[in-house]
């Protein structure tokens, strides 16, 4: 196994679980439950990865999903929308920032 995995083998397949079981509690939950979820994966794997990152993509994780978006039964759609679209712009301007492109994201 190599040195250079940032997931361990048993938090990978938890991680893979969670996701398969996610997809298929989909067929009978609320369609608006399915962004929760997705946040939800996100989170455990940025749990999983927070101390094994370099200093900057710790700095990034630290602050990102933090605090997570409210539900959508809690926010209303236009603001969990509002929500999941600034996460976007944010993991955009972090790939951006290192990828050395330096482009901009609106």
């Known amino acids: ?6 997931l361990t083998e048993s938090e990978a397949i938890e991680l893979l679980a969670f996701l398969i079981t996610a997809a298929r509690t989909q067929i009978d939950e609320p369609p608006d ?3 929760m979820r997705m946040l939800t994966a996100a989170g455990r794997l940025r749990e999983f990865i927070l101390d094994r990152v370099s200093p900057e993509g710790h700095q990034f994780l ?22 999941l ?10 790939l951006i920032g290192r990828s050395g492109f330096g482009g901009k994201v609106v």
């Open 85 to 94: 679209d600034e996460l976007c712009r944010k993991i955009a301007r972090h």
């Open 62 to 83: 630290k602050e990102f999903l933090n605090p997570a978006p409210k539900s959508f039964r809690q926010a209303g759609l236009e603001q969990y929308s509002a929500s």
């Open 33 to 35: 439950y399915a962004p």
């Open 1 to 6: 196994m190599s040195s250079n995995m940032v």
